[in-house]
């Protein structure tokens, strides 16, 4: 089945102490990406990935960094939580070739930083 | 840059009445146009996408949305809502240009709550 899987589902951490969340396809898909969703604010970008050792940033990345040293796996870390990081986040994969028009979301992971 | 504004943050219904759920966007290029659905503590379900060809476009669970490009307008429609329809929705939209690489911006939602 095609998916894309992400963990932890649920995290409650406190300030500074450095997380990762895991992201991984099973799709074969060059393009991967970090959001966040947050009440009033819709899904922002966070960083985006076009294949290995590529990344980029997209409209909110303050405060994460990510790697690609597999084409499957994206992960997100937080060096040094903060509370104004407490969020829903979504990992995202498609191709760049042909059908780029659709996203396959991960099921998200509900952050809180005390 | 591209933009998408939901009109509406909340709009509440009572079952079996039809519902309009708003998106506006802003865009220099040529876009698809998707609408996103978040039941309760669950993750995105897109519920239909405009690509090209007609303007009307059908999704599941019984709603379509119309592409208007005069007005730069996306609306989501369901002629009789269900309890069950009661969700958050987005619209979002990605630039028809190789380099976006499909990224998505996204609206700020549309809170939907159907009354019995």
């Known amino acids: 089945e095609a998916q894309v899987t992400q963990n932890p589902r649920y995290l409650i951490t406190v300030t500074g102490k450095k997380l990762t969340v895991t992201c991984s396809q099973n799709m074969n898909h060059e393009y991967m990406s970090w959001y966040r969703q947050d009440p009033g604010l819709g899904l922002r970008q966070i960083y985006y990935s076009m294949n290995v050792e590529v990344t980029d940033k997209g409209d909110v990345p303050e405060g994460y960094k990510v790697s690609r040293k597999e084409k499957r796996n994206f992960p997100l870390i937080l060096e040094s939580p903060s509370p104004n990081q407490t969020s829903l986040y979504f990992c995202?994969?498609?191709?760049?070739?042909?059908?780029?028009?659709?996203?396959?979301f991960g099921p998200g992971t509900r952050l809180t930083v005390l | 840059a591209q933009s998408v504004t939901q009109l509406d943050s909340q709009v509440p219904v009572f079952e079996e009445a039809p519902v309009e759920l708003r998106c506006n966007y802003s865009?220099?290029?040529?876009?698809?146009l998707f609408w996103y659905v978040q039941y309760p503590n669950q993750g995105l379900q897109l519920l239909l996408k405009y690509l090209s060809g007609s303007t009307l476009v059908k999704g599941i669970n019984g709603f379509e949305a119309e592409f208007n490009k005069s007005q730069t307008s996306f609306h989501l429609r369901k002629p009789s809502v269900h309890i069950s329809d009661t969700a958050e929705y987005f619209c979002a939209v990605s630039l028809q240009v190789s380099t976006s690489y499909g990224k998505l911006t996204f609206g700020q939602g549309t809170i939907l709550t159907v009354h019995p």
């Open positions: 995202a994969s498609n191709p760049v070739r042909g059908r780029t028009d659709t996203q396959y």
């Open positions: 865009s220099s290029v040529s876009v698809y």
